[in-house]
Each structure stands twice: as C-alpha cells, then as structure tokens.
C-alpha cells in the first residue's frame, strides 16, 4: 500500500524494506561540534557515532538495546539549525569502480522504488563527477524520474558541490542518497524529501551566483527565502543593516520591494543607481528610531559581533510605531564554540514578539541565518532586553 504523507496529495512510493540503522547528517566543515551540541540539545536519543569533518553519524537506539525505541518518519528535517543533508543511513561502500560500488550499493539497499537519486561530494575537490555517478546510478536502480515541478525548480545552474542540472527531488519523492566521501568510497542512505532544503542533492542551495551580482549576499538572501518558504510581497519596504556592496539589496529589490541600504560603506554604484534604492550612509545605531516606522523587513548582515547585531535589531523592532512583520538576520560567529549562545539568542526573538527559525546555510560562511516572523498577538508583550554571550 502505498503511503501518503499529509503535505503532498499524491500517493507517495512506498519506503525501503531496508531502513539503515542510523543517521548521517552532514555540516560545514568546523560545524560538526555545534552540530553535536543541538543534537544533544533536541534529540538526546541519538548516540553520536562516527564522525569527520563535515559528517556526523549518529546510531538510533533500538529495542532491546536498553534505550527507549526511536525510528524517525521517513521525512525526518529535525530541527539540527547546523544540519545540510539528514539521511537514513546504509553505511559505506567502496571498490576499485563505480560499477564495484554500484553493485555494492545494490546489495546494500535491496529493493526500492526510488524516485530520484541525489549525488554530492563530502568535499568538492574530489576529482570524480556527481553527474556521471547519478546517471549510472539511476539506470542500474531503474529509477523511473519525474518531471521536475518547474515551479519548485530554482534557476538551477553548475553548482560545485552538485555537478550540473541535478534535478531537485520533489516533496514526497523517495530519494536514494549517495554522498561522495572519496573517489572510492561512498555513504550510502536515502530519505523522504518535505522540507525545500530536503530536496536539493547534500542540501546544498543548487544555484550559483549570476554574474550581475554585486556579492554573494545575494545567494544567501536567495536561499534564505527558498529554505524558509519566504514570500515577500512586491511593494513592501525593507530595511538592510550592513547593505555595503549590495547582493542581498540586489535581491530584495527584485521581488519588488523598496529597499533602504544602511551602511558607512558605499554601495556599488549598479545597485545605487536602481529605482526603489537609497541608502543611508551612516552606522545602524546612528539612524534615529523614528526613521525605521513602516519597514515591513529588516534585513541585517553586518560583520559585528553576534551580540552586536543583536542589540541594533533589538533597538529597532521594539521602538514605538515600528513592527516589522519580519526580520531576517544574520549572526556571524567569531568562532564556532559561540553557537552555544544560539539558543539565549534566538529567545530574545520570542520576546521581541517574533518566532524565529535558524539555519546554517549552505552559502553562507561561519554564520547562522534566523528568519523571524511576527508572533500573532499584542505587540504590546514585546520586551527590549540586552544580547547575552559576549
Ligand atoms: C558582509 S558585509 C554586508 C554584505 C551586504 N549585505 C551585501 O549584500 O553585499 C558587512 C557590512 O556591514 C557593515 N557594517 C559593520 N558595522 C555596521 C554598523 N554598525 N552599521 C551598519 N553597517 C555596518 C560593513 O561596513 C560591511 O559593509
């Protein structure tokens, strides 16, 4: 019988026989202890395995082992915030070919109805090619493909950890995961794509940086939006904290929006001289609070400390007349060891009057994105309070 899962109206390929007996969840290189630490945070269950950088394996407690029972749905996305790729995992295979470890594989998974198949590599440099290693896989597992959905289909162009033209799994899909750990071996897993992210090869954001771009910002803006499911509405306002050279004004102002840029730096002139653009060349903390009514967004992406950041949101979305029905923010971290401030950090959202969602994206560097939402009730429950962990 096959399954359906609520959010997908189709009836959903029927999971593998074979479930794998433990997670794999890939991070950013450094990430890994950060990882640990939410895990620990939110699944106390999981019993760390395995690890190297970038990957962490984690063992579920099975019965009869003395620890209560966990077997995760098969559209498992906890919550890990440093998490890219959460996969149900087989184990590794290895051999002198591809065709040595696709029979390997083979054996591994036994029989499935896979829907789609995703290939990445643990570490890009890797001289071996995702793409060829899909194809060969999808023709010796009989992988039926669907046509990708063109409406969850991103402007898809080479992206280096991927290869090129990977189609994305639609939510629903049952996808067999193959994570190039070196040119002889491979992991093995696979999952139930639901989140957007769960739905890209590795999680990793399959778009590459147009060359009009003034910065990288605006591939994390990009994906910040995919990952959350983010509408913004054209006609709105934003407001950008550490706007300098201007990517992710770039991209806010091509859904339409007006944008106001703060930032003693200057912005590129290609995106200075756009319609709907100004900026406000001075630091944040120097604008006075009355300028901030009627943003609809404040976007914040300056190279200060966590906690500083935090103060110049806080300052603003707590001031009189201004309510932001969003905020999207992001922390750089000096070091990886502050992520263990993330989640004093991510109340102060809550007491501002926002809930607030965080994720390590795959574009971004040694940073968390939250997106906050305006919580539904008084706004008058909204408390200015200082930034813990400095
Ligand atoms: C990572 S860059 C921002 C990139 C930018 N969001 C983009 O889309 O290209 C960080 C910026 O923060 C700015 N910055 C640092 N402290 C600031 C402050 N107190 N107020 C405003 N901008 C600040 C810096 O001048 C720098 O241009």
Redesign the pocket.
């Known amino acids: 019988m096959p399954s359906t899962a609520p959010h997908v109206s189709r009836p959903l390929s029927p999971a593998p026989v074979r479930r794998g007996d433990f997670l794999l969840v890939t991070c950013q290189g450094g990430a890994e202890a950060a990882l640990c630490q939410r895990q620990q945070d939110i699944l106390p269950l999981l019993i760390k395995g395995a690890w190297r950088r970038g990957v962490v394996t984690f063992r579920l407690p099975s019965l009869g082992a003395g620890t209560p029972h966990f077997d995760p749905p098969d559209d498992f996305t906890p919550d890990l915030i440093f998490a890219r790729a959460v996969i149900r995992s087989y184990g590794q295979v290895s051999g002198a070919s591809d065709s040595e470890r696709i029979q390997k594989l083979l054996a591994l998974t036994g029989p499935a109805g896979w829907d789609n198949v995703h290939v990445w590599q643990r570490d890009h440099r890797t001289e071996v090619s995702p793409v060829a290693i899909r194809a060969a896989l999808i023709t010796a597992l009989a992988v039926r493909l669907q046509p990708a959905d063109p409406a969850l289909q991103p402007c898809v162009q080479s992206s280096l950890h991927t290869g090129i033209d990977q189609p994305m799994a639609r939510p629903g899909d049952l996808v067999l995961d193959c994570m190039i750990d070196s040119a002889d071996r491979w992991w093995v897993g696979w999952h139930r794509a639901a989140s957007p992210s769960s739905c890209w090869p590795g999680g990793i954001h399959p778009v590459s940086l147009p060359a009009d771009k003034?910065?990288r910002?605006?591939l994390k803006l990009d994906e910040a939006l995919a990952t959350f499911d983010l509408t913004l509405r054209p006609g709105t306002r934003a407001v950008?904290?550490?706007?300098?050279?201007?990517?992710?004004?770039q991209r806010l102002l091509e859904a339409g929006l007006s944008v106001v840029g703060?930032?003693?730096?200057l912005v590129d002139t290609r995106v200075a001289a756009l319609k709907n653009f100004e900026q406000w060349r001075m630091?944040?903390?120097d604008v006075r609070l009355k300028n901030f009514r009627g943003f609809d967004w404040v976007v914040a992406?300056?190279?200060?400390d966590p906690t500083s950041t935090l103060e110049?949101i806080g300052r603003i979305v707590t001031a009189s007349g201004v309510r932001p029905e969003g905020i999207i923010a992001t922390l750089k971290l000096p070091e990886w060891s502050r992520a263990d401030s993330l989640g004093a950090w991510l109340k102060l959202f809550g007491q501002w009057g926002y809930s607030p969602r965080a994720r390590q994206l795959s574009t971004g560097g040694r940073e968390v994105c939250v997106v906050a939402l305006k919580s539904a009730g008084p706004a008058g429950r909204r408390r200015a309070t200082r930034p813990p962990g400095r």
Not at 241 to 248: D, E, M, S, T
Not at 301 to 304: H, S, V
Request: glycine content about 12%; proline content about 8%.
């Open positions: 003034v910065s910002a605006w950008e904290l550490g706007a300098a050279p201007g990517g992710a004004c703060i930032d003693p730096a630091r944040a903390r992406d300056m190279n200060i110049s």
